[in-house]
């Protein structure tokens, strides 16, 4: 996996889709912490949120293709 840092957001990841497959959940991990309240949301502990993933149509890609993923915080 690359990674672009442009000294903010988004962080920048190029990786190759079977790196991508072995290291992407089925579901994501819950929430761990206290429970947090914000101005339009709450997430209790053991909180998922809504996550799919659909490994039939990431799997028609070829493995050796490389993607881009950026990622944002939630501020």
């Known amino acids: 996996m690359l990674i672009y ?4 957001y ?3 990841y ?14 994501p991990a819950p929430h761990t912490g206290p429970t947090i309240i914000g101005e339009d949301y709450h997430m209790p502990k053991g909180w998922r949120g809504s996550f799919e993933v659909q490994r039939e149509k990431l ?7 490389m993607i881009i993923i950026d ?3 939630q501020s």
């Open 14 to 27: 190029a990786v190759s889709m079977k790196d991508l497959l072995a290291q992407l959940p089925n579901e």
């Open 59 to 65: 799997s028609a890609c070829h493995p050796n293709e």
């Open 71 to 73: 990622t944002w915080d």
């Open 10 to 12: 988004p962080f920048r």
């Open 5 to 8: 840092d442009r000294g903010g």
